[in-house]
Protein backbone atom coordinates (compact mmCIF):
# COMPACT_ATOMS: atom_id res chain seq x y z
CA UNK A 1 0.00 0.00 0.00
CA UNK A 2 2.71 2.60 0.91
CA UNK A 3 4.45 1.90 -2.43
CA UNK A 4 2.24 4.47 -3.75
CA UNK A 5 3.59 6.96 -2.43
CA UNK A 6 6.21 6.49 -4.87
CA UNK A 7 3.69 8.37 -7.08
CA UNK A 8 4.45 11.37 -4.82
CA UNK A 9 8.44 11.37 -5.26
CA UNK A 10 10.42 13.82 -7.98
CA UNK A 11 13.06 10.93 -7.59
CA UNK A 12 15.41 12.81 -5.32
CA UNK A 13 13.32 12.78 -2.23
CA UNK A 14 12.37 10.35 0.60
CA UNK A 15 9.15 9.08 -1.09
CA UNK A 16 11.43 6.84 -3.61
CA UNK A 17 12.85 4.87 -0.50
CA UNK A 18 9.61 3.23 -0.82
CA UNK A 19 10.67 2.31 -4.62
CA UNK A 20 13.62 -0.04 -3.16
CA UNK A 21 12.11 -3.80 -1.95
CA UNK A 22 15.01 -3.92 0.72
CA UNK A 23 13.69 -0.63 2.79
CA UNK A 24 10.03 -1.31 2.65
CA UNK A 25 11.13 -4.94 4.10
CA UNK A 26 12.87 -3.78 6.76
CA UNK A 27 9.32 -1.51 7.02
CA UNK A 28 7.50 -4.63 7.15
CA UNK A 29 10.10 -6.20 9.57
CA UNK A 30 9.57 -3.39 11.93
CA UNK A 31 6.10 -3.04 11.51
CA UNK A 32 5.34 -7.01 12.35
CA UNK A 33 7.32 -7.15 15.20
CA UNK A 34 5.46 -4.09 16.99
CA UNK A 35 1.88 -5.96 16.19
CA UNK A 36 4.01 -8.47 18.12
CA UNK A 37 4.20 -6.25 21.04
CA UNK A 38 1.76 -4.14 20.98
CA UNK A 39 -1.52 -6.94 20.51
CA UNK A 40 0.37 -10.16 22.14
CA UNK A 41 -0.52 -9.79 25.72
CA UNK A 42 -4.60 -8.45 24.81
CA UNK A 43 -4.79 -11.67 22.58
CA UNK A 44 -3.04 -14.30 25.46
CA UNK A 45 -5.50 -12.54 27.41
CA UNK A 46 -8.75 -13.26 25.18
CA UNK A 47 -8.02 -16.50 24.42
CA UNK A 48 -7.02 -17.75 28.33
CA UNK A 49 -10.45 -16.00 29.28
CA UNK A 50 -12.21 -17.60 25.80
CA UNK A 51 -10.84 -21.13 25.98
CA UNK A 52 -10.55 -21.90 29.92
CA UNK A 53 -8.60 -24.92 30.22
CA UNK A 54 -6.50 -24.24 26.82
CA UNK A 55 -4.94 -26.71 24.49
CA UNK A 56 -5.95 -30.54 25.36
CA UNK A 57 -2.51 -32.23 26.75
CA UNK A 58 -1.87 -35.90 24.67
CA UNK A 59 -2.73 -38.28 27.53
CA UNK A 60 0.09 -40.39 25.92
CA UNK A 61 2.56 -37.22 25.37
CA UNK A 62 5.14 -37.26 27.33
CA UNK A 63 4.77 -36.82 30.73
CA UNK A 64 6.70 -32.97 30.93
CA UNK A 65 3.72 -31.67 29.22
CA UNK A 66 1.38 -32.34 31.34
CA UNK A 67 2.34 -29.11 33.42
CA UNK A 68 1.57 -26.67 30.33
CA UNK A 69 -2.16 -27.66 30.85
CA UNK A 70 -4.57 -24.73 30.46
CA UNK A 71 -1.73 -23.03 28.30
CA UNK A 72 -4.19 -20.98 25.25
CA UNK A 73 -3.85 -21.76 22.10
CA UNK A 74 -4.68 -20.24 18.45
CA UNK A 75 -1.47 -17.80 19.17
CA UNK A 76 -1.12 -18.16 15.72
CA UNK A 77 -3.61 -15.52 15.15
CA UNK A 78 -0.57 -13.19 16.36
CA UNK A 79 1.80 -14.18 13.68
CA UNK A 80 -0.78 -14.36 10.81
CA UNK A 81 -2.22 -10.42 12.00
CA UNK A 82 1.25 -9.41 12.02
CA UNK A 83 2.12 -10.82 8.78
CA UNK A 84 -1.18 -9.79 6.73
CA UNK A 85 -0.76 -6.37 8.44
CA UNK A 86 2.51 -5.72 7.39
CA UNK A 87 2.51 -7.24 4.45
CA UNK A 88 -0.39 -5.25 2.91
CA UNK A 89 0.89 -2.15 4.12
CA UNK A 90 4.62 -2.45 2.90
CA UNK A 91 4.24 -4.69 -0.39
CA UNK A 92 2.66 -3.86 -4.04
CA UNK A 93 -0.59 -5.10 -4.30
CA UNK A 94 -0.42 -5.49 -7.74
CA UNK A 95 2.26 -8.44 -7.35
CA UNK A 96 0.14 -11.35 -7.54
CA UNK A 97 3.07 -13.41 -6.07
CA UNK A 98 2.65 -11.04 -2.94
CA UNK A 99 -1.47 -12.09 -3.27
CA UNK A 100 -0.68 -15.98 -3.92
CA UNK A 101 1.24 -16.46 -0.92
CA UNK A 102 -1.03 -14.12 1.63
CA UNK A 103 -3.95 -16.22 0.15
CA UNK A 104 -2.24 -19.88 1.25
CA UNK A 105 -1.27 -18.14 4.29
CA UNK A 106 -4.92 -17.23 5.42
CA UNK A 107 -6.89 -19.91 4.20
CA UNK A 108 -4.56 -22.44 6.09
CA UNK A 109 -4.91 -20.10 9.12
CA UNK A 110 -8.49 -20.78 8.88
CA UNK A 111 -8.25 -24.32 8.27
CA UNK A 112 -5.71 -24.76 11.56
CA UNK A 113 -8.30 -22.01 13.24
CA UNK A 114 -11.45 -24.68 12.74
CA UNK A 115 -9.24 -27.34 13.76
CA UNK A 116 -8.08 -25.64 16.72
CA UNK A 117 -11.55 -24.33 17.99
CA UNK A 118 -12.91 -27.70 18.12
CA UNK A 119 -10.31 -29.15 20.41
CA UNK A 120 -10.82 -26.62 22.75
CA UNK A 121 -14.37 -26.92 22.70
CA UNK A 122 -14.69 -30.42 23.17
CA UNK A 123 -11.46 -30.94 24.69
CA UNK A 124 -9.72 -33.30 23.27
CA UNK A 125 -7.58 -33.35 20.66
CA UNK A 126 -9.24 -35.02 17.77
CA UNK A 127 -10.55 -31.56 16.55
CA UNK A 128 -11.18 -31.54 12.63
CA UNK A 129 -11.37 -34.72 10.40
CA UNK A 130 -8.19 -35.46 9.05
CA UNK A 131 -9.47 -36.26 6.22
CA UNK A 132 -11.35 -32.84 5.38
CA UNK A 133 -7.91 -31.22 6.38
CA UNK A 134 -6.33 -32.75 3.76
CA UNK A 135 -8.80 -32.43 1.27
CA UNK A 136 -9.00 -28.86 1.91
CA UNK A 137 -5.43 -28.16 2.04
CA UNK A 138 -4.77 -30.10 -1.73
CA UNK A 139 -7.88 -27.54 -2.65
CA UNK A 140 -6.23 -24.76 -1.44
CA UNK A 141 -2.60 -25.52 -3.09
CA UNK A 142 -4.21 -26.35 -6.42
CA UNK A 143 -5.30 -23.19 -6.74
CA UNK A 144 -1.79 -21.42 -5.20
CA UNK A 145 0.02 -23.92 -7.84
CA UNK A 146 -2.31 -23.28 -10.83
CA UNK A 147 -1.52 -19.48 -10.20
CA UNK A 148 1.91 -19.46 -9.61
CA UNK A 149 2.13 -21.65 -12.81
CA UNK A 150 -0.38 -19.05 -14.65
CA UNK A 151 2.27 -15.92 -13.86
CA UNK A 152 5.39 -18.18 -13.95
CA UNK A 153 7.38 -16.74 -17.51
CA UNK A 154 6.57 -18.94 -20.68
CA UNK A 155 9.95 -21.05 -20.38
CA UNK A 156 9.48 -21.91 -16.98
CA UNK A 157 6.06 -22.54 -16.76
CA UNK A 158 5.24 -26.77 -15.54
CA UNK A 159 9.29 -26.95 -15.49
CA UNK A 160 10.85 -28.37 -12.13
CA UNK A 161 14.06 -26.60 -11.43
CA UNK A 162 17.50 -28.54 -10.00
CA UNK A 163 19.50 -26.49 -7.63
CA UNK A 164 23.50 -26.68 -8.51
CA UNK A 165 22.76 -28.03 -12.37
CA UNK A 166 21.74 -24.52 -13.65
CA UNK A 167 20.32 -25.72 -17.37
CA UNK A 168 18.80 -28.64 -15.69
CA UNK A 169 14.52 -28.42 -15.67
CA UNK A 170 11.98 -31.04 -15.89
CA UNK A 171 8.89 -30.25 -17.51
CA UNK A 172 6.61 -31.86 -15.49
CA UNK A 173 3.45 -30.27 -18.06
CA UNK A 174 0.11 -30.58 -16.26
CA UNK A 175 1.86 -32.79 -13.07
CA UNK A 176 3.34 -29.61 -12.17
CA UNK A 177 0.25 -28.52 -9.88
CA UNK A 178 -0.49 -31.65 -8.51
CA UNK A 179 3.56 -31.30 -7.31
CA UNK A 180 3.02 -27.89 -6.32
CA UNK A 181 -0.24 -29.50 -4.38
CA UNK A 182 2.08 -31.88 -2.77
CA UNK A 183 4.86 -29.14 -1.88
CA UNK A 184 2.42 -27.20 -0.35
CA UNK A 185 0.71 -29.24 1.86
CA UNK A 186 3.64 -31.61 2.94
CA UNK A 187 5.19 -28.47 4.45
CA UNK A 188 2.21 -26.95 6.11
CA UNK A 189 1.61 -30.67 7.84
CA UNK A 190 5.53 -31.11 8.26
CA UNK A 191 5.34 -27.73 10.11
CA UNK A 192 2.24 -28.71 12.23
CA UNK A 193 4.22 -32.45 13.42
CA UNK A 194 7.42 -29.99 14.49
CA UNK A 195 5.29 -28.15 16.32
CA UNK A 196 5.23 -29.67 19.74
CA UNK A 197 7.45 -27.85 22.09
CA UNK A 198 8.12 -24.90 23.31
CA UNK A 199 9.78 -21.86 20.81
CA UNK A 200 10.51 -25.52 18.34
CA UNK A 201 8.57 -24.64 15.46
CA UNK A 202 8.89 -21.07 15.04
CA UNK A 203 12.32 -20.40 14.84
CA UNK A 204 13.17 -22.50 12.35
CA UNK A 205 10.14 -21.13 9.73
CA UNK A 206 11.79 -18.00 10.78
CA UNK A 207 15.05 -19.60 9.61
CA UNK A 208 13.50 -20.70 6.37
CA UNK A 209 11.39 -17.79 5.63
CA UNK A 210 14.19 -15.89 5.62
CA UNK A 211 16.51 -17.45 3.47
CA UNK A 212 13.69 -18.37 0.87
CA UNK A 213 12.64 -14.51 1.15
CA UNK A 214 16.34 -13.99 0.10
CA UNK A 215 16.13 -16.68 -2.74
CA UNK A 216 13.02 -14.29 -3.70
CA UNK A 217 14.97 -11.53 -4.24
CA UNK A 218 17.43 -12.88 -5.32
CA UNK A 219 15.57 -14.71 -8.44
CA UNK A 220 13.27 -11.77 -9.07
CA UNK A 221 16.25 -9.58 -10.21
CA UNK A 222 17.40 -10.68 -13.58
CA UNK A 223 21.07 -8.50 -12.76
CA UNK A 224 21.48 -11.24 -9.71
CA UNK A 225 20.65 -13.72 -11.62
CA UNK A 226 22.57 -13.81 -14.52
CA UNK A 227 25.54 -13.25 -11.88
CA UNK A 228 24.08 -16.61 -10.05
CA UNK A 229 23.05 -18.31 -13.68
CA UNK A 230 19.70 -18.98 -11.60
CA UNK A 231 16.33 -19.14 -13.23
CA UNK A 232 14.53 -15.52 -13.23
CA UNK A 233 11.17 -15.19 -12.15
CA UNK A 234 10.15 -11.43 -12.91
CA UNK A 235 8.36 -9.89 -9.05
CA UNK A 236 9.48 -12.65 -6.67
CA UNK A 237 11.11 -10.06 -5.08
CA UNK A 238 8.55 -8.80 -3.16
CA UNK A 239 8.40 -11.90 -2.00
CA UNK A 240 10.92 -10.78 0.37
CA UNK A 241 8.79 -8.33 2.45
CA UNK A 242 6.32 -11.27 3.23
CA UNK A 243 9.86 -13.27 4.18
CA UNK A 244 10.75 -10.22 6.61
CA UNK A 245 6.97 -9.51 8.04
CA UNK A 246 7.41 -13.62 9.02
CA UNK A 247 10.36 -13.18 10.80
CA UNK A 248 8.89 -10.24 12.69
CA UNK A 249 5.63 -11.55 13.39
CA UNK A 250 7.66 -14.94 14.32
CA UNK A 251 10.06 -13.04 16.78
CA UNK A 252 6.90 -10.97 18.18
CA UNK A 253 5.09 -14.64 18.76
CA UNK A 254 8.35 -15.99 20.17
CA UNK A 255 8.29 -13.24 22.60
CA UNK A 256 5.75 -14.83 24.35
CA UNK A 257 6.32 -18.60 23.17
CA UNK A 258 9.54 -19.08 24.91
CA UNK A 259 9.56 -21.81 27.75
CA UNK A 260 7.70 -21.44 29.86
CA UNK A 261 5.21 -20.58 26.84
CA UNK A 262 2.25 -18.29 27.61
CA UNK A 263 0.55 -19.56 24.45
CA UNK A 264 0.67 -21.95 21.33
CA UNK A 265 0.64 -21.00 18.07
CA UNK A 266 -1.45 -24.10 17.67
CA UNK A 267 -2.72 -25.69 13.75
CA UNK A 268 -4.33 -21.93 13.20
CA UNK A 269 -0.36 -21.28 13.06
CA UNK A 270 1.97 -24.09 11.94
CA UNK A 271 -0.37 -24.91 9.32
CA UNK A 272 -0.04 -21.24 7.80
CA UNK A 273 3.55 -21.10 8.29
CA UNK A 274 4.36 -24.23 6.49
CA UNK A 275 1.58 -23.44 3.65
CA UNK A 276 3.44 -20.15 3.41
CA UNK A 277 7.08 -21.57 2.64
CA UNK A 278 5.16 -24.41 0.66
CA UNK A 279 4.24 -21.07 -1.80
CA UNK A 280 6.95 -19.62 -1.35
CA UNK A 281 9.06 -22.55 -2.74
CA UNK A 282 6.50 -22.97 -5.64
CA UNK A 283 6.63 -18.93 -6.76
CA UNK A 284 10.28 -19.02 -6.83
CA UNK A 285 10.77 -22.81 -8.46
CA UNK A 286 12.87 -23.66 -5.32
CA UNK A 287 11.23 -26.90 -4.12
CA UNK A 288 13.95 -28.62 -3.98
CA UNK A 289 15.72 -26.24 -2.00
CA UNK A 290 12.84 -26.29 0.39
CA UNK A 291 13.61 -29.64 1.02
CA UNK A 292 16.83 -28.55 1.88
CA UNK A 293 16.13 -25.31 4.26
CA UNK A 294 13.32 -26.91 5.77
CA UNK A 295 15.42 -30.48 6.13
CA UNK A 296 14.19 -30.04 10.29
CA UNK A 297 10.70 -30.20 8.83
CA UNK A 298 11.32 -33.06 6.25
CA UNK A 299 12.91 -35.04 9.40
CA UNK A 300 10.12 -34.58 11.68
CA UNK A 301 7.47 -36.19 9.09
CA UNK A 302 9.38 -38.81 8.58
CA UNK A 303 9.99 -39.84 11.53
CA UNK A 304 6.11 -40.37 12.17
CA UNK A 305 6.37 -42.35 8.64
CA UNK A 306 8.14 -44.26 9.57
CA UNK A 307 7.12 -44.56 12.70
CA UNK A 308 3.58 -45.82 11.53
CA UNK A 309 4.66 -47.61 8.79
CA UNK A 310 7.28 -49.73 11.30
CA UNK A 311 4.72 -50.47 14.18
CA UNK A 312 1.57 -51.29 11.36
CA UNK A 313 4.31 -53.84 9.95
CA UNK A 314 5.99 -55.34 13.37
CA UNK A 315 3.99 -54.37 15.72
CA UNK A 316 7.13 -52.76 16.85
CA UNK A 317 8.28 -48.90 17.36
CA UNK A 318 11.58 -47.54 15.49
CA UNK A 319 11.45 -44.29 18.21
CA UNK A 320 10.38 -43.77 21.35
CA UNK A 321 8.01 -41.59 20.50
CA UNK A 322 7.66 -39.60 17.22
CA UNK A 323 7.93 -37.05 15.86
CA UNK A 324 10.98 -37.34 16.77
CA UNK A 325 11.59 -34.55 18.95
CA UNK A 326 9.49 -36.88 21.66
CA UNK A 327 12.16 -39.29 21.45
CA UNK A 328 15.21 -37.31 22.62
CA UNK A 329 12.50 -36.25 25.10
CA UNK A 330 12.02 -40.15 26.16
CA UNK A 331 15.70 -40.56 26.25
CA UNK A 332 15.78 -37.53 29.02
CA UNK A 333 17.07 -34.83 26.65
CA UNK A 334 15.93 -31.42 28.59
CA UNK A 335 13.55 -29.29 26.36
CA UNK A 336 15.51 -26.10 26.50
CA UNK A 337 18.04 -28.88 24.87
CA UNK A 338 16.45 -29.96 21.80
CA UNK A 339 14.78 -26.83 21.09
CA UNK A 340 18.13 -24.91 20.57
CA UNK A 341 20.27 -27.80 18.99
CA UNK A 342 16.93 -28.26 16.86
CA UNK A 343 17.80 -24.37 16.01
CA UNK A 344 21.37 -24.66 15.62
CA UNK A 345 20.24 -27.87 12.71
CA UNK A 346 17.76 -25.49 10.71
CA UNK A 347 20.48 -22.68 10.09
CA UNK A 348 22.92 -24.87 9.35
CA UNK A 349 20.63 -26.69 6.61
CA UNK A 350 19.42 -22.59 5.90
CA UNK A 351 23.16 -21.99 4.61
CA UNK A 352 23.65 -25.14 2.45
CA UNK A 353 20.47 -24.44 1.30
CA UNK A 354 21.58 -20.58 0.42
CA UNK A 355 24.97 -22.14 -0.91
CA UNK A 356 22.94 -23.86 -3.90
CA UNK A 357 22.43 -19.94 -5.15
CA UNK A 358 26.06 -19.87 -5.88
CA UNK A 359 27.21 -23.25 -6.28
CA UNK A 360 26.74 -24.10 -10.24
Not at 268 to 295: D, M, N, Q, R
Amino acid sequence: MLYWLTELSDGGDVFNLFRYITFRAGGAFLTALMFGFIFGIPLINVLRKRQGKGQPIRSDGPEGHFVKAGTPTMGGLLIVGALLTSTLLWARLDNPFVWMVLFVTVSYAAIGFADDYAKVSKQNTDGVSGKVRLLLGFLIAGIAGAWAAWFHPDDLTGMLAFPIFKDALLNLGIFFVPFSMIVIVGAANAVNLTDGLDGLAIMPVMIAGGTLGIIAYAVGRVDFTEYLEVHYVPGTGEILIFSAALIGGGLGFLWYNAPPAAVFMGDTGSLALGGALGAIAVATKHEIVLAIVGGLFVVEALSVIIQVLYFKRTGKRVFLMAPIHHHYEKKGWAEPQIVIRFWIISLILALIGLATLKLR
